[in-house]
C-alpha cells in the first residue's frame, strides 16, 4: 500500500512564503503530483515531479527528494485567491497511471 | 472548448433510489475515472477505464456501477446498494499512452433526502 501524509491546515499571510509538505512511502515510486483545488471546484494540475530537485513554474515551485519519500509545494507572494486546499499524490510505476492521494491540506490566506 | 463537463451539479436522491451521474469529455483522451471525495479524505477511486469498451474496480466499487460504450462519456450509477452516497464525485480523464496528467471535470455533489 501507500501511505502519504501532508498536514490537514495550514494559515499565512498574504504577500508571504508558504511551505506545503508531503511524506509518502510507497514501492516502486515512478513520480509525484499537486493539485490545487478550491471549495466545491474540480481540482486543477499544478506540478508533476519524477526526478529529484526543485521545479519552479512562476509563484509555484515543486521540489521532490526521491530518497527522502519527500516533496514540498512552495508558494511565494501569496495572494487570497491561493486559499484552497492542496492535494499531493504519488504514482506508483507500472501501466496503470492511477495516483494515490493524500487527504489535502487547506491553505488559509488571511490579509 | 475542450473540456470535462459533469452534470448535474448538485443532485438528490431519495432512499432505494439508483441515480446516475454524468461526466463527458471532448479532449479525445483515452482514459477516464471517477472519483469520490469526502470531507477530510483524499480522493478515492471508484471506477476508470483504459479504453472504450473496457473498465476496472477501483478502491471503493461495491455500490456503484458504471459504462463506457463511447469515447467521450463514461457514466457512474450510485445504487440503492450504496448506503452512504453523500459526497462529491469527480470524473478525469486522462490523454493515454504515457501522458501521466489527470484533468478533473467541475463534480457532482450527490444529497440523499
Known amino acids: 500500500g501507500q501511505n502519504i501524509d501532508q498536514p490537514t491546515e495550514m494559515t499565512a499571510t498574504e504577500g508571504a512564503i508558504v511551505q506545503i509538505n508531503c511524506t509518502y512511502q510507497t514501492s516502486g515510486f515512478n513520480g509525484l503530483f499537486w493539485y490545487q483545488q478550491h471549495a466545491g471546484e474540480a481540482p486543477t494540475f499544478l506540478s508533476y515531479n519524477v526526478l529529484d530537485g526543485l521545479e519552479e513554474k512562476g509563484r509555484f515551485s515543486s521540489f521532490l527528494s526521491r530518497s527522502k519519500g519527500y516533496s514540498y509545494l512552495l508558494l511565494k507572494e501569496l495572494q487570497m485567491k491561493d486559499s484552497a486546499s492542496y492535494l499531493c499524490?504519488?504514482?506508483?510505476?507500472?501501466?496503470?497511471?492511477?495516483?494515490?492521494f493524500g487527504r489535502g491540506t487547506s491553505l488559509i490566506v488571511h490579509p | 472548448d475542450g473540456g470535462i463537463t459533469q452534470s448535474p451539479k448538485y443532485l438528490f436522491r431519495k432512499e432505494g433510489q439508483n441515480v446516475t451521474l454524468s461526466c463527458e469529455q471532448n479532449l479525445n483522451h483515452d482514459a477516464m475515472y471517477w472519483y469520490r471525495q469526502d470531507p477530510g479524505q483524499g480522493l478515492r477511486l471508484i471506477y476508470y477505464s483504459q479504453i472504450v469498451n473496457d473498465f476496472q474496480k477501483g478502491d471503493i466499487a461495491e455500490g456503484y456501477s458504471v459504462s463506457r460504450e463511447k469515447k467521450e462519456s463514461f457514466p457512474l450509477t450510485v445504487t440503492s446498494a450504496q448506503k452512504n452516497p453523500t459526497a462529491f464525485y469527480l470524473c478525469?480523464?486522462?490523454?493515454?499512452?504515457?501522458?501521466?496528467?489527470?484533468?478533473f471535470g467541475p463534480g457532482t455533489r450527490l444529497l440523499v433526502l
Open positions: 499524490a504519488v504514482k506508483k510505476a507500472g501501466g496503470s497511471y492511477i495516483p494515490t
Open positions: 478525469a480523464s486522462r490523454e493515454g499512452a504515457n501522458q501521466e496528467t489527470q484533468y
